[in-house]
């Protein structure tokens, strides 16, 4: 069987894009016209709000008087709000670095069991379906001083009372170790999902040139995973800048604001009294800021290496 | 494709311009005007119309609520939508409400500070002479400049020591006398000596409140604030306070309990109904569930005296907003639930302490013995109290100046600074909260 040619020239026209076309064309707009409609009002416009809201004082969100970048001076030389900021950034590396660190580890172990796989993901996913107000509750009854389950059992091993939730240096550590224990498992199954995209004939390839384990997963592992761990990089460290809810079940931003970040920062300021939506709506602002440039960063730090 | 990017970019830069332009502009509008002096409050003219009335609920309050709603939609020809909000969401939905121009007519409120200047001055509808009927005190709270009642005191409460007095009997020491207060350091001594006597874990404990913290400031004879600003007396203060901050450094009070919320509110009845210590500064509204929970024998007594004698006042309010609908309706809804009839079948639902001047001349009968005799201990203490407290806890600053109290004292027992160094701290804090109420 032979198959004829036919010249380019002598095909007939390609039918010219005409009206018909437009409405396979329009059709993924129209699509996400209702999402978008839906974001843009609840995220967008709120968020441009906010940027405006910063310009103003306002105690009842109904009067507002114009005061330009008054509140962010006022929230910039407020001792209080260092205080907060010190308190985010203390929080926020250690909650990324730890959550990345053990996502990763857990990933692997789970990745490498041959049975019991599914259960040992769901236990670890288990703590991202818990409300953070009841995860708060429940690790604010476990870690009491004087009858907290976490204290009873290290008086076993002849440890003393640890004051978890009412010494400045142990309430952040709490802070932290809650927040990890309730986020890993979410990033543990982004970092799972990259793992199984690994082609495995790499690690047979390896092995049969004697690559020890830690040797696959340095030069094999680590570098394929990489896209995974910077999703999980970003996401850590919007989540660490945006922690409030838990933590206000659990410490209240106690003691004496040793716990305090900067999302009950803003919390208090636009919520409780005296209300001053400006500060608040300047502190999101600030907030903002300060993600978007740590995400770009990263971005950009990606890129490169992909690039090498 | 070319020119479809081109009309997309054009559309994306013409939203994005509405929206520069859209947000350029005050986010917010001023208020509605007054009311005309002089409107219809004639109640037949009532018959058919709706009123909206947002209320937070205590618990008990509630069935009190909803039989003088039922009577009043029975007498007037109205419908009443009684619309019940979580304490916590009150502020923040109805001032959303408003700004979004659908203001209720009536609400619940336990401080006017975020609403002074959104709510109907009710004399031109009630009569100037309605004010005369209640306290004055609770009425010094709900007067703005003009000298218009803005609010009703709808209800009272008084801050109070309780008493365990199984662990007094067992201790074997003497309970105060109610027609005699003790003095701070004989309060202290006999909740040490019970505490010794015992082995209870506490000699003391009270709700983490500025409100409670003020109690013993007025003790001592200062306020947070007060018309004139900023009244607080540091050395007076440090005086107050500095038993309490030592009584947690000793573990005579629960040092835990007040360094383990933040600057939440948090009740300690849960440590007193537990057993765990024989005295707790709180108030009345607990009333109700020491009398129903309660395992021991216990008892109000008569807060201890410095250089005053008394509590500290709080209470709920019945305000109409400038923006109602029917802002006649809602004033005569307003009068309606706080006469006396309607007042005496509220307090004694609610457990607290009438604002009018007939009924705390007659007096209120509660539900039950024991009720009665607490009760009338804290009725007695509104006699005691200094007048001047009532104007400190409706002072639009109040507010944050109390939670600044909790704050400086907690730095204190945590250990970050001393007590001295707290209340100049505190009182510059005032001045700032003080000068914002002014803007």
Redesign the interface.
Known sequence: MTTTLIPLSSRPPMKRRGRGTWGL?LAPYLFLFPNMLIFGMFTI?PA??G???ST???????????VGMDNYTTILSDAQFWAVARNTVIYAIAFVLISTVLGIALAVLIEKQKRFKVFFRSVFFIPVLISPVVVGLVW?WML???NGIVNIGLSWFGIGEV?W??D?GWSMVSVIGVGVWMQVGFYMLILLAGLQAIDPTLYEAARMDGASPWTQFHSITLPLLQPSVVVVVVLATIHGFQSFDFI?TL???????A??LIVQYIY?NG?????RYGIASAGGVLLFVVVFLITIVNWLISRKQEAV | MARLRTRLLSLVAGLGSVALLATACAPGQTTGDAPKPGESVDPASFAGQTLNYVYFTDGPDEKGTRDLIGQFEQKYDVKVNLEILAFSDLVKSVQARLTGGNAPDVVRLSSLSEFRDDLLPLDPYTGADFKNEFLPGPLSAVTNDQGEMIAVPSDLTMNAPFINVDLFNKAGVPLPDENKPWTWDEMMAAAKQVKDATGVPYAFAMDKSGHRLSTILSEYGTTLVGPAGNTLDTAAAEAALGPIVQMMKDDQMPRDFWLGSGTKYKGANEIFLAGDTPIYLSGNWQVGQFSQNAQFNWAAAPNPCAKECGGFPGGKFMAAFKESKNPALAAEFVKFMNSAESQTTFVTAAGSLPTRVDLNESGVKYADAKTQAAMDVFAAELGRTPQADFATNGHPAFSGSATELVNQVSAVVAGNTDLHSAMAALSTKIDGLVAETKH
């Open positions: 064309r416009w441009i709000n940027f405006n809201m103003y004082a306002s105690s009842n969100g109904r009067t507002f008087k114009p604010g009491e001083r004087q004051p939730l009412v400045n206000y410490t209240g931003g106690g003691p004496v604001g716990t305090t208090e919520f409780q009294s005296p209300i």
